[in-house]
């Protein structure tokens, strides 16, 4: 089992720049594919970005690719979301995941197994 822990939400003005991070401890961080996820009040939870175990293979959702770099760091047992132009739309609870199928870089929130309990991210002027 692995939990995880994001950090890095805030307040922001739009334009401006933001670094989400999750740590992960327990089991081997190698071992697992990593996503973000976010949830907007009123709407179902969707998928921003995902990496592979070792970083080669990333996917973005349309809305973010661009803007939004993703990352990890195995020896540091952790995952970074780089978010930069940030619009009001990105406004939401930001979730870190990770899953079993560590060769790909999943999109779909069923093939991440552990959650994080998310931090927020509020773009506004």
């Known amino acids: 089992q692995v939990q995880l822990l994001e950090s890095g939400g805030g307040l922001v003005q739009p334009g401006d720049s933001l670094r989400l991070s999750c740590t992960a401890s327990?089991?081997?961080?190698?071992?697992?594919?990593m996503g973000w996820f976010r949830q907007a009040p009123g709407k179902e939870r969707e998928f921003v970005a995902a990496i592979n175990w070792n970083g080669v293979i990333t996917r973005y959702a349309d809305s973010v690719r661009g803007r939004f770099t993703i990352s990890r760091n195995n020896a540091k047992n952790t995952m970074d979301l780089q978010m930069n132009s940030l619009k009001p739309a990105d406004t939401a609870v930001y979730y870190c995941?990770?899953?079993?199928?560590?060769?790909?870089?999943?999109?779909?929130?069923?093939?991440?197994?552990?959650w994080g309990q998310g931090t927020q991210v509020t773009v506004s002027s």
């Open positions: 995941s990770a899953g079993q199928r560590r060769t790909m870089a999943v999109v779909t929130s069923s093939g991440y197994d552990y």
């Open positions: 327990g089991r081997t961080f190698s071992s697992y594919a």
